[in-house]
T-cell receptor, first 112, second 112 residues
Framework: EAGVVQSPRYKIIEKKQPVAFWCNPISGHNTLYWYRQNLGQGPELLIRYENEEAVDDSQLPKDRFSAERLKGVDSTLKIQPAELGDSAVYLCASSRTGYEQYFGPGTRLTVT | GDSVTQMEGPVTLSEEAFLTINCTYTATGYPSLFWYVQYPGEGLQLLLK?????DKGSNKGFEATYRKETTSFHLEKGSVQVSDSAVYFCALSDQSGNQFYFGTGTSLTVIP
C-alpha cells in the first residue's frame, strides 16, 4: 500500500509569511497526526484527528497555527504568520488502530 | 504523566559490533512500546513493537523485550552494519492509544 504522502518536502520562507503543509494518509487510516520535530529532538504532537474531528489540539499554538481535515482524508497544516522559531520538520502520521503510527517523510521548514 | 527516556548519543560503533540502546518508560496501566528509526532526510519508520509485558519485538536483526518489572524496552542488535546508521527513537502509546510519547532519539553511526 502507498505510504503517507507529504508536500512540499522543503520550504524556505521569510518570517511573517504564511505557509501550508499538506498530508495524505494511508488509505483507510482514520487517525491522522501532525508533529513538529526540532533538530536533535523527538517528534512533538501538534494535533490529532479522528476522521474529521480534531480530538487533541492542546499543543497546537492556536494564535498562529491552524489545521483542517476536510472529508476525513487529507489534511492541511497552516502557519500564519511564521516566526523564526517555527523552523523545524513537520511530520504527518496516520494510524488505523490508534497504536501503531506510520509517518510521512516530513516537510523541512526554514524561516529566515 | 507518561514519558520515555532513552540513552543519549551519539553512539559510534565499528561494523559487526553489538548494539544496545537503553530505553526506560514511565506510564500508568499497560502501554504499548515501539522503536522507530529515522534515516537522514526521511520520516520515522516503525522498526519493532511490543504490546504487553514480556513480549519481544524483532525486525531486521533488531530486538527489544518489554520488561514491566524494570520499565524498560532496550534495543539490541548482535552485529551492526554501516546501513544501520540512523537515529533511533523509543516511543510509548498509552493504554487508551490516544497519547503517544517519543524519546529524544539516539544517533548511531557505524563505521566500516
Amino acid at each position: 500500500e502507498a505510504g503517507v504522502v507529504q508536500s512540499p518536502r522543503y520550504k524556505i520562507i521569510e518570517k511573517k509569511q504564511p505557509v501550508a503543509f499538506w498530508c495524505n494518509p494511508i488509505s483507510g487510516h482514520n487517525t491522522l497526526y501532525w508533529y513538529r520535530q526540532n533538530l536533535g529532538q523527538g517528534p512533538e504532537l501538534l494535533i490529532r484527528y479522528e476522521n474529521e474531528e480534531a480530538v487533541d489540539d492542546s499543543q497546537l499554538p492556536k494564535d498562529r497555527f491552524s489545521a483542517e481535515r476536510l472529508k476525513g482524508v487529507d489534511s492541511t497544516l497552516k502557519i500564519q504568520p511564521a516566526e523564526l522559531g517555527d523552523s523545524a520538520v513537520y511530520l504527518c502520521a496516520s494510524s488505523r488502530t490508534g497504536y501503531e503510527q506510520y509517518f510521512g517523510p516530513g516537510t523541512r521548514l526554514t524561516v529566515t | 504523566g507518561d514519558s520515555v527516556t532513552q540513552m543519549e548519543g551519539p553512539v559510534t560503533l565499528s561494523e559487526e559490533a553489538f548494539l544496545t540502546i537503553n530505553c526506560t518508560y514511565t506510564a500508568t496501566g499497560y502501554p504499548s512500546l515501539f522503536w522507530y528509526v529515522q534515516y537522514p532526510g526521511e520520516g520515522l519508520q516503525l522498526l519493532l513493537k511490543a504490546t504487553k509485558a514480556d513480549d519481544k519485538g524483532s525486525n531486521k536483526g533488531f530486538e527489544a523485550t518489554y520488561r514491566k518489572e524494570t520499565t524498560s524496552f532496550h534495543l539490541e542488535k548482535g552485529s551492526v552494519q554501516v546501513s544501520d546508521s540512523a537515529v533511533y527513537f523509543c516511543a510509548l502509546s498509552d493504554q487508551s492509544g490516544n497519547q503517544f510519547y517519543f524519546g529524544t532519539g539516539t544517533s548511531l553511526t557505524v563505521i566500516p
